[in-house]
């Protein structure tokens, strides 16, 4: 499988937007996961192969929308209304079909990006 390659990283005030992308070849299961040091990497967002169902950490769900262009094989997930706490390495990972709490599970995915920094300020 073709690792996932994450991109739209970088510095954004607190209320402000960044928007990721990853490119993922294939209409794959995609989540987003974060992680910060000294922390497990905790679950974003994900969303079916086909954009029809996606699913949202309560931390995010309102403020951050998943997304696909299967066009540009990419994943995309918008970030608004950014907290200082969204500060976090960023990856993207792929899984076959999840259902359930399997979708909210990092061991449940199998093919993961190495991940980009997103940092939120005052």
């Known amino acids: 499988q073709v690792q996932p390659v994450e991109s739209g990283g970088g510095l954004a005030q607190a209320g402000g937007s960044l928007r990721l992308s990853c490119a993922a070849s294939?209409?794959?299961?995609v989540g987003w996961f974060r992680q910060t040091p000294g922390k497990e990497r905790e679950f974003v967002a994900a969303i079916n192969w086909n954009g029809g169902r996606t699913y949202y950490s309560d931390s995010v769900n309102g403020r951050f929308t998943i997304s696909r262009d299967d066009a540009k094989n990419t994943v995309d997930l918008q970030m608004d209304t950014l907290k200082l706490e969204d500060t976090a390495v960023y990856y993207c990972?792929?899984?076959?079909?999840?259902?359930?709490?399997?979708?909210?599970?990092?061991?449940?995915?199998?093919?993961w990006g190495q991940g980009t920094q997103v940092t939120v300020s005052t």
């Open positions: 294939g209409r794959t299961f």
């Open positions: 990972a792929t899984a076959s079909p999840l259902y359930n709490d399997a979708i909210y599970n990092t061991k449940r995915y199998n093919n």
